[in-house]
């Protein structure tokens, strides 16, 4: 079993700056990828930024200069800096990673979501 465990949702006001963090924990032998995906209300679930092991990152065109991932190989966790966030960033804001475990080389493992609102 392999669990992803966010923090660090709020309200923000336009322009203003918020963190969220992820942590992987339970029985695998390594993370893999690791990224941030996020769906508004009314809307299809989309790539935020995506990194692997070796620091190759992938950040949507929207997010680009603004956003920031940042993840610690040795604890399993991955941060996420927002800046000069907007209303548009309103979304619940899921982790996701794909693991190496005992029965799959690549499973797919979702956090629970946490609710970014840019609003003043």
């Known amino acids: 079993q392999v669990q992803l465990v966010e923090s660090g949702g709020g309200l923000v006001q336009p322009g203003g700056s918020l963190r969220l963090s992820c942590a992987a924990s339970?029985?695998?032998?390594?993370?893999?990828?690791m990224g941030w995906y996020r769906q508004a209300p009314g809307k299809e679930r989309e790539l935020v930024v995506v990194?692997?092991?070796?620091?190759?990152?992938t950040y949507a065109d929207s997010v680009k200069g603004r956003f920031t991932i940042s993840r610690d190989n040795a604890k399993n966790t991955v941060a996420l800096q927002m800046s000069s966030l907007k209303p548009e960033d309103t979304a619940v804001y899921y982790c996701?990673?794909?693991?190496?475990?005992?029965?799959?080389?690549?499973?797919?493992?979702w956090g629970q979501g946490t609710l970014v609102t840019v609003s003043s």
């Open positions: 990194t692997t092991r070796n620091d190759i990152t």
């Open positions: 996701n990673a794909r693991v190496w475990t005992l029965k799959s080389l690549d499973l797919e493992v």
């Open positions: 339970g029985s695998f032998f390594r993370v893999n990828d």
